[in-house]
């Protein structure tokens, strides 16, 4: 999906999402606003450097995906999916975005972090 000046804020979610989770940094973030405010656990992720940051870092770990849903409401919208990882490929992770102007500018990210650490971690 190509972002437009139309996209409703479920198209641009889900092109960032399928960007992100096919490798493509680069385009992912051209979906990201530069003061993005991603609400992780354990740590908030203030500006798109650290959230570029964020990702760049768990990208090497996707082996695979499995999507479940995505929920739009206006500009809010809620995907949930499974993130395979060589650690895990059971630990649902789900995310809320808020998207203004064909940007995400919020994103309440849910997850396990133990799930994913590696098994000498856990």
């Known amino acids: 999906m190509t972002q437009t ?7 641009t979610v889900l092109d960032y999402h ?16 530069d ?7 354990g740590e908030d992720l203030i500006g798109k450097d650290a959230y570029r940051a964020y990702l760049a870092a768990f990208i090497p770990n996707l082996t695979g995906l ?4 995505s929920f739009a ?9 499974y993130p395979r990882t060589a650690a895990t490929s059971t630990a649902l992770a789900a995310e ?10 919020e994103s309440l990210l849910v997850f396990d972090r133990l799930s ?3 098994p000498n971690e856990q």
Request: glycine share 6%.
């Open 5 to 11: 000046s139309t996209s409703t804020a479920l198209e």
């Open 18 to 33: 399928q960007a992100w989770t096919s490798g493509d940094l680069d385009r992912a973030m051209t979906l990201v606003a």
């Open 35 to 41: 003061d993005i405010v991603c609400r992780a656990p």
């Open 66 to 69: 499995t999507d479940v849903a």
């Open 73 to 81: 409401d206006g500009d809010h919208v809620a995907l949930f999916y």
């Open 96 to 105: 809320y975005f808020t998207v203004r102007g064909n940007t995400i500018v």
């Open 116 to 118: 994913f650490a590696p």
